[in-house]
């Protein structure tokens, strides 16, 4: 009974998931279904409403108090597990070294299509199985325009828009683990399917050892419990929390190498300085502190020069500014911070202006992290 008894502490401080109006999946865990006469494994299509297999081999569901060890909850032949929240789980194989078993994925239409260039939150909570024998990576939800039934019991093989973070391998058995993501609608998409979705050679697959004081015979495979699943739309990024290391953004400030022209002089030199910052931040850093000294410098040389500071911030940034009015015209207070500096260190406020274009001109437009701390910035325009 060990994860029962941390589950029913951990339960009560859950929020009521069936609570949430937004969540576009329907039964999302997956409490309305008929289990009376819920027997064996592979029954998932027989007895839940809007859930469906998505291939041909059926996927697994699970209640508490059933008779049939098979399907039990919290102990049956996978292990012990007792459902995230209500009485109801199911499960899908992810990967087997058993030739008489296959994959099984698990699918549902959602109660309306994405809209076009919304932003959605996608979580699913996952438990490996105590007697699995492998844990591997590739867990997630794939995201589809379309019903999708796999005419066959093979792997299905896609891009799944939903990983954990850098696709680790997700092993955890003793609770459960949320496995989250941002995706933008195209306003075409209304199903997702559930599983792992890397081909046997693709996987990375790790031994798994049998916690103490769990019976029974491991089985020779990598099967994980699925509940609470969600779909909501979202405003920021930010919204979309798995665990609390999301919450700590990493501090990537963005930083470049000019190469000087023979012939440049104090604006040419001014006018090519940038300030770069991380995240939502909006004070001079040491990094900026560091490459201001030259313009501060110049400034002082050539009293003559004005500068105007143009402030910007990145996408995901200006998402937050709608929803926390704390970050509004982040890019103008980047700009108005080093203004302030400047005059902090001898330079009159007279000389300098602030204006900013926010996330309206960004300095590269690639959705990787680097390029987004590349927006970050402040530039400077000589007058």
Sequence with gaps: MRKLLVLLFTISLLPNLHAQDDNLVPNPGFENADTKKLKN???????????????????????????????N????????????????????????????TERTYVSVKLTQKLKKDQQYCIKINVSLGDLSKFAVNNIGVYVSD???IQPNTGAM??????????????????????????F?????????????FASDADLTIEKTKKPKGITGTPVYEAYYFLDDV?????????????????????DLIYSKSVVVGDDWGPKDHIANSTVYYAFLKRDVNAIGERDLASVVKMLKDN?????????????????????????????????????????????????????SKENTSPANTRPTPLS????RRVEFVVK
């Design 41 to 71: 494994m592979g029954e998932l299509d027989l007895y839940i409403q809007d859930w469906f297999s998505a291939t041909k081999n059926p996927a697994d569901l699970f209640s508490t108090g059933m008779k049939s060890p098979k399907v």
């Design 73 to 100: 909850l919290p102990e049956n032949t996978t292990g012990t597990q007792g459902a995230r929240s209500g009485s109801n789980c199911s499960g899908f194989r992810a990967y087997t070294k058993d030739k008489k």
């Design 146 to 148: 379309r019903k999708v």
């Design 157 to 182: 093989v896609k891009d799944a828009q939903i990983l954990p973070k850098q696709n680790k391998v997700v092993n955890m058995m003793d609770g459960w683990e949320t496995i989250c993501g941002t």
């Design 184 to 196: 933008i609608g195209t306003g075409q998409e209304e199903y997702i399917i559930i599983g792992c």
């Design 230 to 250: 969600e779909v909501t739309p979202i405003e920021a990024k930010s919204q979309c929390i798995c665990s609390k290391e999301d919450e700590q953004v990493p």
């Design 303 to 355: 009293p003559n020069i004005k500068v105007e500071l143009v402030g910007h911030c990145d996408n995901d940034e200006a998402d937050e500014a709608r929803i926390n009015g704390r970050y509004a015209e982040l890019g103008k207070q980047r700009a108005q911070a080093v203004a302030d500096y400047l005059v902090s260190q001898g330079i009159n406020a007279s000389r300098l202006s602030v204006s």
């Design 372 to 375: 987004k701390a590349q927006n």
